[in-house]
């Protein structure tokens, strides 16, 4: 599948998601897309950048590129943008790194990442659009919720949960069974040891709400 990646930052998500695509035959990264102006009719990594994402429909036909790749690490913006690729009639393939562990009994959604080294083991469930970066473990029956984003050397112990649009620091940890609501933000090296409501963040060991601990 001939493929647009959109996202052309090259010290950011581009080149991790790039090296993935080359790693075998099964996709072919085509050409960049960027809401950033002066990129339009750059060369990023050996690819032009065709312009904004919402307005290369007609280049993107014309090269024959059926899928896209959201590569951008924050939340919101990749749902977004993937809803406009989505409206070009692009499919959204998910995104495995060869030294990637994805247990036959887990589940992992359209459009999602698996960076080196992820484990996802039996009964766990990654959700639509959801970045698992580098060395992070989603251990059993854990279920990740969509568009999320977990960074690297995370580990969500079993039976853990998070809901939509989370965003888990570097080296945090989630106990067996706890729940992180919706638009939450956990710190990076943060272990979280209780229910976490949506839209807070919560920082420290063990983690508590970022205004709090500024009081302390």
Not at 32 to 38: K, Q
Not at 72 to 92: D, F, N, Y
Not at 107 to 117: D, M, P, Y
Not at 147 to 169: W, Y
Request: proline share 7%; charged share 15%.
């Amino acid at each position: 599948m001939k493929l647009l990646i959109v996202g052309a930052r090259t010290d950011g998500q581009a080149h991790v998601v790039l090296e993935v695509i080359q790693s075998d035959d099964t996709h072919q990264a085509v050409a960049f897309a960027d809401e950033t102006p002066e990129l339009k009719g750059q060369q990023v990594l050996g690819r032009p950048v065709l312009g904004d994402p919402a307005e290369v429909a007609e280049q993107v036909a014309e090269l024959g590129i059926t899928g896209a790749f959201i590569a951008v690490g924050a939340p919101q913006p990749r749902a977004r943008l993937a809803k406009i690729c989505q409206a070009m009639g692009l499919s959204l393939p998910t995104l495995i790194h060869p030294t990637a562990y994805l247990s036959p009994e887990a589940k992992i959604g359209e459009g999602a990442f698996l960076g080196a080294g992820v484990q996802v083991l039996p009964g766990a469930s990654v959700g639509d659009l959801c970045r698992v970066n580098a060395g992070t473990i989603v251990s059993h029956h854990v279920r990740v919720g969509y568009c999320n984003t977990i960074g690297p050397n995370a580990t969500l112990a079993g039976r853990s949960s998070t809901e939509s649009f989370v965003f888990l620091g570097a080296g945090c940890t989630l106990l067996p069974e706890v729940k992180v609501g919706a638009r939450t933000t956990v710190g990076a090296g943060a272990v979280v040891t209780h229910n976490v409501p949506p839209d807070l963040t919560v920082v420290g060991v063990p983690a508590r709400p970022l205004d709090c601990g500024s009081r302390q």
